[in-house]
């Protein structure tokens, strides 16, 4: 992932409605979640809701697919984890931060040491 691409999706994840979607999306995992279902649960008009999901859409961060009636929207989660380790990748160093893949069950380990309190020591 480039700087642009990660503006972008910065950018769209910026706002509180659309946060929230992103919020469910993920926890709702690749079964997604209708549009109207989204709507509800967050409190926000269906005509204002269209308008989030399609800037989450653009960004990238999501997907949709129709089923009868329903538009169903899922979190685009290879987009997130290339997000995810573009904001790990330099953070530090690798002495205090690395991603790597689970073998086992196919999942992404991001470890995060307490980098920022040795960091502070160093300038004192």
Not at 94 to 107: H, L, P
């Amino acid at each position: 992932m480039d700087t642009k691409d990660a503006i972008i999706m910065f950018d769209a994840l910026s706002q509180e409605t659309r946060l929230g979607v992103f919020r469910l999306l993920i926890k709702a995992g690749p079964a997604g979640l209708p549009a109207g279902t989204l709507s509800d649960t967050l409190g926000t008009p269906h005509n204002t809701m269209s308008f989030h999901l399609n800037h989450l859409s653009q960004a990238g961060i999501l997907t949709s697919r129709r089923e009868g009636r329903s538009v169903v929207y899922v979190a685009n989660f290879d987009a997130i984890h290339a997000l995810i380790g573009f904001m790990v990748k330099d953070c530090c160093s690798d002495d205090f931060s690395q991603m790597r893949q689970d073998k086992k069950n196919g999942c992404t380990i991001i470890e995060l040491a307490n980098c920022c309190q040795k960091q502070e020591r160093k300038a004192q």
